[in-house]
């Protein structure tokens, strides 16, 4: 029988082998738009070891690599109680983590922070707590509800949920917010009208406030139960009640954005979408990136190295860039070779359009030629100088581009005099298809409009996922786009006056404040494409 003989311990204790304690950060997420949240709480975000949420829709606000944790149900998908919540938020700040509490509104307005910071407190762990936007105020303000002006100095709030209410006390106060009141919005009514409030008082009640999914019924004391009942309405919701909800009428500034509420696919990456997403959150509508096109290095490298090599040893009098992601292969083609702006010296550099000078500009050199008028190859060509061997040094022109671009603008250099080198510095391929979800989601309707920038991305899209329903709003970029998409059978509703997603989305959005006032000028209720029942099909 072997044995194991004891080490003998140290009367002194070993503070570097167990972990320090960690820190505590209570953070207010606001209740549901992300934007509301603060820039402490967007800093406190970016340092996490941990962030512990509390509903699913907060993981995405984690973006810097932290593990994520459910705090709000556990393995049996019950409720954690505010007891086990506070243990879970102790046990992870034991590790010697930095822990961020993600708390839906504000952490010490009708939250459990205060029970869970107690916890923390007692287990002698360090805190902070950063403020949110409460749902308090913020879910009124979105519906265009004023909770006081100048003839309505006061509120009260009730958190209703399993509590007894003093409705006499209640109905005292003009105007009420009323917390987890959903469920018993018909006892709550009738305790009102019973304790002396008028059954014509108005209501408003607001699920899902500050997102884009939020909904508001504004009723009566009276009928509240029943109207309530009748638009399906569910929690999370606040309600209020009082004079002041007559007000939303004139100051309802969220839910008659023109594209609210709409689902909006746009077939590019989430990095080349950044711009369009925001300019669509700003309509009211929330984006969904489907990526049509990959872009790889070409087969035969040797050409593009050959004209670096070129455009250093001075061959060339103009590169023009055709796109960003020419910008980039010519970027990393540099890096290779460890060059950077300085190879560009002596060098004329144009661009086929803005968003194209901008790429260029983060190299610290703006573009000696842009398109004044259309931002295309034709554009380009339309303000390129001939070549005048008086005037140019050299002849010869750099284009670096895609292996599918079109011969527009290298025809048209050569008919201006000039050399071509028309390299391949990148191929677009098909990118894989999307996951089953959205696939069925394009095919049946479930989005209200699509956003297509480019030939390729009609081409794309319809390959790997199929021709979007005949319900769904189709926008293109430009006359080429419109083009392809009929030609795939899809009727084209919206196209930009200029070649830019940011018109594009300015022109889906005038498309939808039309749509929407026609629905008001019918008396009907204002409905998103994907809700209302095709009266046309596509062309087949």
């Known amino acids: 029988m072997s044995t194991t003989t004891a080490m003998p311990t140290s009367t002194t204790t070993d503070v570097s082998a167990r972990?320090?304690?960690?820190?505590?950060?209570?953070?207010?997420?606001?209740?549901?738009?992300?934007?509301?949240?603060?820039?402490?709480?967007?800093?406190?975000?970016?340092?996490?070891?941990?962030?512990?949420?509390?509903?699913?829709?907060?993981?995405?606000?984690?973006?810097?690599?932290?593990?994520?944790?459910?705090?709000?149900?556990?393995?049996?998908?019950?409720?954690?109680?505010?007891?086990?919540?506070?243990?879970?938020?102790?046990?992870?700040?034991?590790?010697?983590?930095?822990?961020?509490?993600?708390?839906?509104?504000?952490?010490?307005?009708?939250?459990?922070?205060?029970?869970?910071?107690?916890?923390?407190?007692?287990?002698?762990?360090?805190?902070?707590?950063?403020?949110?936007?409460?749902?308090?105020?913020?879910?009124?303000?979105?519906?265009?509800?004023?909770?006081?002006?100048?003839?309505?100095?006061?509120?009260?709030?009730?958190?209703?949920?399993?509590?007894?209410?003093?409705?006499?006390?209640?109905?005292?106060?003009?105007?009420?917010?009323?917390?987890?009141?959903?469920?018993?919005?018909?006892?709550?009514?009738?305790?009102?009208?019973?304790?002396?409030?008028?059954?014509?008082?108005?209501?408003?009640?607001?699920?899902?406030?500050?997102?884009?999914?939020?909904?508001?019924?504004?009723?009566?004391?009276?009928?509240?139960?029943?109207?309530?009942?009748?638009?399906?309405?569910?929690?999370?919701?606040?309600?209020?009640?009082g004079d002041v909800v007559a007000q939303r009428e004139a100051l309802s500034w969220f839910e008659t954005k023109p594209l609210y509420g709409w689902r909006v696919l746009v077939p590019r990456t989430k990095e080349q979408s950044e711009s369009l997403a925001a300019r669509l959150r700003r309509y009211g509508a929330v984006s969904e990136e489907v990526p049509t096109i990959s872009v790889e290095p070409p087969r035969n490298p040797q050409q593009m190295d050959k004209a670096v090599r070129g455009l250093v040893e001075g061959r060339y009098e103009w590169i023009a860039f055709t796109s960003v992601n020419a910008v980039k292969a010519v970027r990393e083609k540099f890096e290779e070779y460890g060059l950077d702006a300085r190879a560009f010296s002596g060098l004329k550099i144009a661009a086929v359009g803005e968003k194209t000078a901008e790429a260029i500009l983060t190299w610290g050199i703006r573009p000696d030629l842009v398109p004044t008028g259309e931002q295309s190859g034709r554009g380009l060509l339309e303000v390129w100088p001939p070549y005048d061997e008086l005037l140019d040094p050299i002849n010869r022109v750099f284009l670096p581009r895609a292996d599918i671009a079109t011969e527009t603008l290298a025809a048209g250099l050569v008919e201006l005099g000039w050399e071509v080198d028309d390299v391949t510095a990148y191929r677009t391929v098909r990118a894989a298809p999307p996951p089953a979800p959205t696939r069925e989601a394009i095919k049946t309707g479930k989005f209200d409009a699509v956003m297509f920038t480019s030939s390729s991305t009609v081409r794309n899209l319809v390959g790997i996922a199929g021709k979007p329903h005949a319900t769904t709003i189709i926008a293109c970029i430009g006359p080429a786009t419109a083009k392809t998409a009929e030609e795939h059978g899809l009727r084209v509703d919206v196209l930009a006056e200029k070649p830019s997603v940011e018109v594009l989305a300015d022109a889906l959005a005038e498309f939808g404040e039309r749509r929407r006032l026609q629905f008001i000028e019918a008396g009907e209720p204002v409905l998103r494409p994907s809700q209302k029942k095709p009266s046309t099909r596509r062309k087949s």
């Open 19 to 241: 972990p320090s304690a960690g820190r505590v950060s209570f953070v207010g997420a606001g209740p549901g738009d992300a934007s509301l949240l603060t820039v402490r709480a967007a800093e406190l975000l970016a340092e996490a070891d941990v962030v512990i949420i509390e509903t699913p829709e907060q993981e995405a606000l984690v973006t810097n690599g932290a593990e994520v944790v459910d705090g709000g149900t556990n393995a049996a998908g019950e409720p954690l109680t505010h007891a086990a919540r506070g243990k879970l938020v102790v046990k992870h700040a034991k590790t010697g983590a930095h822990v961020v509490r993600l708390m839906v509104g504000d952490p010490f307005t009708y939250a459990t922070g205060p029970e869970e910071a107690m916890a923390c407190a007692k287990a002698g762990i360090s805190f902070e707590v950063v403020p949110g936007v409460s749902s308090v105020s913020a879910v009124p303000a979105y519906a265009g509800v004023p909770l006081t002006d100048k003839q309505h100095r006061e509120f009260k709030v009730v958190s209703v949920g399993d509590a007894t209410i003093d409705w006499e006390d209640a109905a005292r106060h003009e105007t009420l917010v009323l917390l987890s009141a959903v469920n018993r919005i018909d006892e709550v009514a009738r305790g009102l009208m019973d304790a002396g409030r008028t059954p014509e008082t108005p209501v408003a009640m607001t699920r899902l406030g500050t997102t884009t999914r939020q909904q508001t019924v504004v009723s009566t004391l009276a009928d509240i139960a029943a109207d309530a009942a009748a638009a399906q309405m569910t929690p999370p919701a606040i309600v209020v009640v």
